[in-house]
């Protein structure tokens, strides 16, 4: 069975950073590009971040570009999203993804950061 | 970005209804569209790829329909549980993978 678990998330200050991971299990992670997701409370969902399967290609929305980080443990089956310089408008649910040919098939319960002072 | 653009952004509908959720994109992207529905409290489950393609175990009162940058989800006969939000997505930009503003089907 297919299981995607996020942690790290918590209460950051603005301008602090986070790392966030997403654990994989259940599939041979490094064949699949990953993805990180998030939504604003009471909001829509907002595409954050693309990894290949090795690593080395790496995609960010727009926006996002400069301050997050996408990256992956193959050894580890673990992926992480590095976020710095975090505002309030950062504040989401982080979910993390497996993607299968061009479609995320499969999600976390998501991890919830919320930046404030 | 490819901008993904949804309507309506919300409806009413009932139980036995047939619902149309619109979805443009604004640059062709050929049969490179997804659709979600996500329920509160819940992440979003993947519904239908490739525009028209059923994911595994989804009913089949659910179908997809488009391509290039006009797209449309059906729901044939509205079942309580199919009361929730739903998201297109493109797939067309090489893991930049945008989302419409979804459209919330209430009762």
């Known amino acids: 069975e297919v299981q995607l678990v996020e942690s790290g998330g918590g209460l950051v200050q603005p301008g602090g950073s986070l790392r966030l991971s997403c654990a994989a299990s259940?599939?041979?992670?490094?064949?699949?590009?990953m993805s990180w997701v998030r939504q604003a409370p009471g909001k829509g969902l907002e595409w954050v971040s693309g990894v290949g399967p090795s690593g080395a290609t790496t995609y960010y929305a727009e926006s996002l570009k400069g301050r997050f980080t996408i990256s992956r443990d193959n050894s580890k089956n673990t992926l992480h999203l590095q976020m710095n310089s975090l505002r309030a408008e950062d504040t989401a649910i982080y979910y993390c993804?497996?993607?299968?040919?061009?479609?995320?098939?499969?999600w976390g319960q998501g991890t919830l950061v919320t930046v404030s002072s | 970005d490819i901008q993904m653009t949804q309507s309506p952004s919300s409806l009413s509908a009932s139980v036995g209804d047939r619902v149309t959720i619109a979805c443009r994109a604004s640059?062709?992207?050929?049969?490179?569209l997804n659709w979600y529905q996500q329920k509160p409290g819940k992440a979003p489950k993947l519904l239908i790829y490739?525009?028209?393609t059923l994911q595994d175990g989804v009913p089949s009162r659910f179908s997809g329909s488009g391509s290039g940058t006009d797209f449309t989800l059906t729901i044939s006969s509205l079942q309580p549980e199919d009361f929730a939000t739903y998201y297109c997505?493109?797939?067309?930009?090489?893991?930049?993978?945008?989302f419409g503003q979804g459209t919330k089907l209430e009762i």
């Open positions: 993804t497996r993607i299968l040919s061009y479609r995320s098939d499969h």
């Open positions: 259940g599939f041979t992670f490094s064949t699949y590009s």
């Open positions: 490739a525009a028209s």
């Open positions: 997505q493109q797939s067309y930009s090489t893991l930049v993978y945008t």
């Open positions: 640059q062709s992207i050929r049969d490179y």
